[in-house]
C-alpha cells in the first residue's frame, strides 16, 4: 500500500513537472512591440511601374534588391534605376546609382554614390547627363536637387558646379554656384 502511494506521488510528480515545463516553455508575447526600425518586408529584382489617374506610365522602378521599414514608410534600394516619365516630353529621365532610400513611400527618395541623371535628347532639348555623389529626388513633383559638386555634359558642352535645382519635366537646370563650363563645338 505504501508502495502504491508512493508510486501515485511519484507519477503525480512527474506529470506536475510536465505541465509545468510546458507552459513555462510556451512561447510568450514579446513585453514590448517590435521595433519599427527592423524590416518588414524584403524583395529581389524588383519592376514597379506606377501609373497616373489617366493610367499612364507616372514612373518606374527597377532594383535588384529592395528592403521595405514600416517605420516612415521608408525603404533601401540597392543599384536602383529610376525612371520619370515627363509630360512635357517623349523622352524621359533615368536616375541611378550605387543606392537609394526612400521615405514617406515615394515621395522623397535619395540617391547616393555614384548618382548619374540622364535624359536622351528631345524636341526642345540636347541629351544630357549629370554626375554627382548625392542627389534627392520629388517623383510626383518631378524635382531634383543636390548641394555637392555635379557634372552636367551636354553635346559639345561640359559644366561643373556646386549644387543644383532641377525640374524634371521642364529641363530647366539651375545651378547655384562655382559653375564653370568648356564649350567644345562638334567639328
Known sequence: MIKNA????????????????????????????VSAALPDAFMENITALILDKQGKPSMKIVAPKMI????????????PNLT?????????????????????????????HNVRIHRLADGNNPETLIKTPTLTVFPHQQLAQTQDLITLIQPGITVKATGMNADLNTGDIN?????????????
Do not use: C
Open 6 to 33: 508512493l508510486i501515485g506521488l511519484f507519477m503525480l510528480t512527474i506529470a506536475g513537472l510536465a505541465a509545468w515545463s510546458t507552459l513555462s516553455l510556451r512561447p510568450q508575447a514579446p513585453s514590448h512591440p
Open 84 to 112: 520619370l516619365y515627363r509630360k512635357s516630353s517623349p523622352e524621359p529621365w533615368h536616375v541611378t546609382a550605387n543606392y537609394a532610400q526612400t521615405s514617406q513611400g515615394i515621395d522623397h527618395v535619395d540617391f547616393w
Open 68 to 79: 521595405h521599414y514600416a517605420e516612415n514608410d521608408s525603404a533601401s534600394l540597392t543599384q
Open 175 to 187: 545651378l547655384l554656384s562655382q559653375a564653370r563650363g568648356e564649350y567644345a563645338p562638334n567639328s
